[in-house]
């Protein structure tokens, strides 16, 4: 069983003037689970403060995260990396501040160049529409007893101001486009005027500050207008040059920062007095002796202990202080089972005393994916693609579904040849009839029974004839046969999760604990079981009552224990989830029904291709192309529907069927003080 | 004849016991579904939780399916 790794408490004593040395050993042991002081915990210790340098970095932090997005610079941007020893030392140099005065200068350029543009694009417009009425623009100004007001309007005011003594002029006025309405009148009717513009929905255009006729100011300010736009250009361009100058730059030390950043803010998570510091961590509990030696090597006047290994038992955490009660964990997988973590973590990490189901989500998951797709034709893309996305991908979602794939492709494989003896929905063996073909009879591959007969399983009909060629997903012999499998498989996978339960519960509190919280469960589980086989076996099967009475009975007396054993636990619950049972144990027919749904498609398609479209079209090269090509699309769908429904199908069946019945979760992953180091190169990397 | 037409009945009863309740989970599915990825978007931690809501109507279809097994099989 796999339990995560065995931890084991440490604390690292030291005077404070020797702390910065600390910090740089937690950071180089890479192994230490920091466990955050509270206030008040010890007597005489408070929260550290932060280095002094902390503050410095982040402020300059702040300054390349800013130039970099002025700049353009994404986490995407291929950058080199710089080393520690000379980011370092740029740093050091104020080299950030020098860059930023060089960033911001053109940036500034930049912002007033576009501001320039904005305004200067208003005045076109603004021109645009005046030069319709050709008034010089210093008319629209200067005068001491009127007033001027020019505009868009959407209908003529004219008829409307004929009371009031003004001078109107408009511009081919329409519904639909509107036009330009100038309007001069006396200082003491301007409010007149307006009320009247207004239902005309005059919107007033302010006049530039320019003279002359409105087209030549017009022209005047789209030359402008160009020669800003190509001043922009070059200082983008400049700005490109600046990107090109330092995005190493600012890429490494923005990693260089944001580590200093990180390893001046330690402190705040330490408990110090006055000239002491207490750091308490977790460590693995195999590691802990080196990390003992090596921060005590490293730093001095450090004394470093091992407070204590914690073990499974829930009596242990309840004993422990607050801050020590919740232990990290750290999956303990190999390579393989690794890759299944996915689906553990998205639905919760799991605690340090329970068993991580990683590997039996490794064992079943593929299993079941193999066993709904059971196609070698099938099975060889999901191995390719699998195998394919794992030696490539690194992202953690396209990661998990190539492990699927692959593994699950595997099993397929296995399943296909030797159980199903299937590909792309025909037999290897058996002779054609009306609508299914099999590759003996369709290639004429007459030596292919003396390859498979002996390994695939085979079935006596009820005329006494012995069918060879492997389970018949569709075959009306074959069918019970499938479900039976399936729920056997599915009492195999509860039974187990049930057992998984008990072993939790036993780490966590002792056997009997456990055999009173989950042992009624199993109970339970099998009594159900023999019952419900002993009722299958009167009821589908027809056998007289007395021939399955001691099944029957003793599991009744299981059931009866079980929820007796339950009730205190759980109250009603113990009674009302044994139909819950049931439910969960056919919920694995599933793995049957999907293989059949796969089956029952592949058939119709392989019949449209081969009886409709080849043997319908007279059997020349031109029908034997489009059965082909048609064949072809057709297979690519049920091969992809193939990933949603039997990928989500056997990852269902373990989260809700297996890992619900003794999974917990709600652990905290295990995360050493550790430097992670992509744009700049370690000065270690190098030594 | 009269055997025949009792096979069809059962095979039809089967049927529908599936099929309709096999609608009936899956509108309540439909339902709880979408409530879930809203609930994961917010909080992915919700997983977990969000995966049993969502296969609780399964149930139905499972009754379903039993009574379709005996219908076939025992009638």
């Known amino acids: 069983m796999s339990l995560p790794e065995s931890m084991s408490r440490i604390v690292i004593v030291g005077t404070k003037s020797h702390m910065d040395e600390a910090i740089e050993a937690l950071y180089s042991v890479g192994a230490v689970h920091l466990i955050d002081h509270t206030v008040d915990a010890d007597e005489g210790f408070t929260l550290g403060t932060s280095r002094p340098y902390a503050a410095k970095a982040s402020e300059r932090l702040l300054k390349v995260r800013a130039m970099e997005k002025d700049l353009g610079i994404t986490k995407k941007t291929p950058t080199a990396p710089i080393s520690e020893s000379e980011i370092k030392s740029k740093i050091s140099s104020n080299s950030v501040e020098l860059v930023e005065d060089e960033v911001i200068a053109v940036i500034d350029k930049k912002n007033d160049l576009n501001q320039r543009i904005t305004e200067l694009n208003a005045t076109k417009k603004s021109l645009e529409q005046l030069s319709k009425l050709d008034i010089d623009l210093d008319m629209y100004s200067g005068y001491r007893s009127i007033f001027s007001m020019v505009g868009t309007a959407t209908s003529d005011p004219t008829p409307l101001l004929a009371d009031i003594p003004c001078e109107v002029v408009c511009s081919g006025i329409s519904k639909k486009e509107g036009g330009v309405v100038a309007v001069f009148a006396k200082n003491e009717d301007k409010d007149k005027v307006q009320s009247v513009l207004s239902e005309c929905d005059f919107s007033e255009i302010s006049v530039p500050d320019e003279t002359g006729k409105p087209s030549a100011a017009l022209a005047k300010t789209e030359h402008d207008l160009v020669a800003t736009e190509a001043e922009l250009a070059k200082v983008e361009e400049e700005l490109n040059k600046l990107l090109d100058k330092h995005k190493d730059f600012l890429k490494a030390s923005e990693e260089e920062l944001s580590i200093e950043a990180q390893k001046g803010e330690i402190p705040v998570r330490i408990a110090a007095s006055d000239y002491s510091f207490v750091i308490d961590g977790w460590v693995p509990t195999k590691k802990a002796e080196a990390v003992k030696i090596d921060i005590e090597a490293k730093v001095e006047g450090t004394y470093v202990e091992i407070q204590e290994t914690r073990t499974r038992s829930m009596k242990e955490v309840e004993e422990a202080e607050d801050r020590f009660k919740e232990v990290p964990t750290k999956f303990n997988n190999g390579r393989i089972v690794k890759e299944f973590q996915y689906p553990t973590k998205l639905m919760s990490v799991p605690k340090y005393q329970e068993i991580d189901p990683s590997i039996l989500i490794a064992i079943f998951l593929p299993l079941f994916f193999g066993m709904m797709i059971g196609d070698v034709g099938y099975s060889i893309p999901f191995i390719i693609l699998g195998a394919y996305g794992l030696k490539v991908t690194h992202h953690k979602d396209w990661r998990a579904i190539a492990t699927v794939l692959f593994f699950g492709g595997i099993w397929a494989f296995i399943f296909g040849l030797f159980f199903y003896g299937e590909c792309l929905g025909m037999h290897f063996i058996g002779e054609n009839t009306a609508v299914e073909y099999t590759w003996e009879a369709l290639l004429g591959l007459h030596n292919l029974p003396d390859l498979f007969q002996g390994i695939l399983p085979s079935i006596v009909l009820d005329n006494g004839e012995i069918e060879y060629g492997g389970v018949h997903k569709l075959g009306a012999d074959w069918i019970g046969f499938q479900l039976k499998l399936s729920v056997y498989i599915g009492i195999c996978h509860l039974l187990l999760a049930y057992c998984c339960g008990v072993y939790n519960k036993t780490l966590q509190h002792g056997f009997s604990h456990a055999f009173k919280e989950k042992g009624g469960w199993v109970l339970s589980f099998i009594g159900m079981v023999l019952i419900c086989y002993s009722l299958a076996m009167i009821l589908i099967n027809g056998q007289a009552f007395d021939t399955v009475m001691i099944p029957l009975a003793i599991g009744a007396v299981l059931l009866v224990a079980g929820v007796i054993l339950n009730i205190p636990e759980d109250g009603m619950q113990a009674v009302l989830e044994l139909p819950g049972i049931v439910g969960g144990i056919l919920s694995y027919t599933r793995i049957a029904a999907i293989g059949m749904s796969k089956a029952g498609m592949a058939l119709a398609f392989n019949y449209i291709c081969i009886g409709m479209i080849y043997g319908g079209l007279g059997e020349g090269p031109i029908a034997l192309v489009i059965a082909f090509a048609l064949f072809a699309f057709l297979h690519l769908m049920i091969w992809t529907l193939g990933i949603l429904s039997a990928g989500l199908h056997s990852l269902r069946l373990q989260f809700v069927e297996l890992m619900v019945k003794f999974y917990e979760g709600g652990g905290v992953e295990y995360e050493p003080l550790k430097i992670k180091r992509v744009k700049t190169t370690s000065n270690k990397d190098k030594a | ?75």
């Open chain 2, 1 to 75: 004849m009269a055997e025949g037409e009792a096979l069809g009945l059962i095979a039809v009863g089967a049927g529908l016991a599936v099929g309709l309740t096999g609608l009936g989970a899956g509108i309540a599915e439909g339902n709880v579904g979408a409530a879930a990825v809203g609930a994961i978007t917010e909080d992915a931690s919700l997983f977990g939780k969000a995966m049993i809501f969502m296969v609780l109507p399964e149930t139905i279809v499972i009754f379903g399916l039993v009574i379709s097994i005996l219908a076939i099989f025992v009638m």
